[in-house]
């Protein structure tokens, strides 16, 4: 019996080492509700101000092709929903909906271990489109640039499905000039958060 047990969880572990060899694909999405910190900053010239912070929720599909053993090369998709008041004066503010797209050509890099469980760290930079709105304005879209950074830990539960532990942390940014001055702004969104998902390799 203890020789049966022994050859199945060295066949276990063969298999998931094998899922992040060249010609494989992932499919993963993650997800994260209430565990993220956003901050917005406002550059003016020289003048940096920090606007309201906020929790968000997102969910964030991925599809990768291991061009070779380990690293998978494709793309982050994103979508996500922040609501928060915004202030307009000391004690006035209203309610503003945002809703955020993105698409971001990425590389994932996972670190081979004799468990089931596989460190990972990625980066990506791509395109993303917000539009706000609130209950008196009508929609408002910026496009943005945005890049992000992840690690994590990639625990096969299956020789196919793996859960996904793991931090990111986004932003995006987009510049315009004052119509009154020739001066130039710049918006920055930050986002660090804590997110679980599940990864398929096939």
């Known amino acids: 019996m203890k020789k049966l047990t022994l050859i199945a969880l060295l066949a276990f572990v063969g298999n998931a080492h094998a899922q992040t060899e060249k010609g494989n694909w992932i499919v993963s999405g993650t997800t994260s509700m209430g565990f993220n910190s956003n901050k917005i900053t406002n550059k003016s010239g020289d003048v940096s101000v920090d606007g309201q912070k906020s929790t968000i929720f997102n969910v964030k599909p991925a599809i990768g092709y291991f061009v070779i053993d380990n690293l998978a090369v494709g793309l982050d998709l994103g979508y996500e929903v922040k609501k928060y008041d915004e202030y307009i004066g000391i004690e006035e503010k209203m309610k503003v909906t945002a809703t955020t797209f993105s698409v971001l050509p990425s590389a994932t890099y996972y670190f081979k271990t004799d468990s089931k469980a596989f460190p990972y760290v990625g980066a990506g930079a791509g395109y993303a489109l917000n539009s706000s709105k609130t209950e008196t304005i009508a929609p408002f879209k910026t496009n943005f ?27 995006l940014s987009t510049k315009f000039n004052e119509t009154q001055t020739i001066r130039e702004n710049k918006v920055i969104f930050k986002n660090f958060g804590a997110n679980i998902g599940i990864n398929v390799v096939l």
Not at 154 to 165: M, Q, R
């Open 145 to 171: 640039f945005q890049w992000k950074a992840k690690a994590g830990l990639a625990y096969f539960i299956t020789p196919s499905i793996a859960v996904d532990l793991g931090f990111s942390y986004d932003q």
